[in-house]
């Protein structure tokens, strides 16, 4: 009787389909619970205990938010700092930090964002990245946009610009007039301070190149 070689042999595939899939599904299911670990969002207690998470609670707008590169990861990493104001306060409890993200959230899909900005990878590019809007450096003291809406802070100078933005023409592809309400404003901001807050693995890749951007104060 010829001998048959392993590899022309159906048993041998058959069984190490098997296997590789087998490996394959317990190899999901293991990524699924660690992402869904990573991806969940902290708490105030974390914050205030000085825990990092890839996404912090709500309450984080009650705290400065830096971008820092990091040499052991080698990109850029969110930083939470020392307490700050937002709008006049830095003592947003968990619900009510937590109702301002959930109207800003909603406020960005109304308003369809997403039809010309990138948030988190997802949306267009047709007009700037809004994934580290809070960090950009146009909006910090002697920022060109601060300077531009009159604005003595960060928050208040970017709420401004959203509820008038036809008002301060600062790009060729100039942002519509959505009739975006002060309240509505205030979400928006803190949505969006939130969103610099998470840790992307260094997304958007280009952001961290602008001056001022890394180590901003």
Known sequence: MA???????????QRSAAWITGFAAVLLIWLTFDTAGQIAMGTDADLQAGVTKRVPGPTVINYKITYEMSTKRGHEVPV?????????????SEEEAGALLHLGKLGSQTKNCMNCHTLLGNGAYYAPDLTKAWLDPAWQDGGTMQAMTGKSTKEEAMAEFLQHPSTYPTHSRMMPDL???????????AFLKHMSSIDTNGFPRNFGRMQGAVNGK
């Open 179 to 189: 009739g975006i309400t002060p309240e509505e404003a205030k979400g928006l901001v």
């Open 3 to 13: 001998k048959i070689s392993v590899w022309s042999d159906n048993r041998f595939w």
């Open 80 to 92: 939470i700092g020392e307490k700050e104001m937002f709008f006049g306060r830095d003592d947003y």
